[in-house]
């Protein structure tokens, strides 16, 4: 139907204001709190087994399983930190 094509573009379009998930991506639940808290990251590949903890990233926290998802800013600062652990890890930075 022509409606469900109009809807979906209509999504697409709309500008959020709010950068806030509708829902955790873990339990789909709905109450999320905005915190500024340590995230921590499990990489993967060669680096299996490691963790780099980023302090201070702007995230929300799912209050029902505790699911951690950071904001676009957060989540920029998450990636400039893991890239310079992940170089830090495999000796690039001596
Ligand atoms: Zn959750």
Do not use: W
């Amino acid at each position: 139907m022509t409606a469900t094509a109009r809807r979906k573009k209509h999504r697409m379009a709309r500008k959020t204001k709010s950068s806030k998930p509708a829902a955790c991506q873990a339990c789909q639940g709905t109450n999320l709190v905005r915190r500024i808290t340590t995230y921590p990251v499990h990489l993967a590949g060669e680096l299996e087994g490691k963790q780099i903890h980023v302090g201070r990233v702007a995230l929300y926290e799912c209050q029902r399983c505790g699911h951690l998802m950071p904001t676009p800013a957060g989540q920029a600062k998450v990636d400039r930190n893991v890239h310079m652990g992940i170089r830090l890890f495999l000796g690039q930075l001596h």
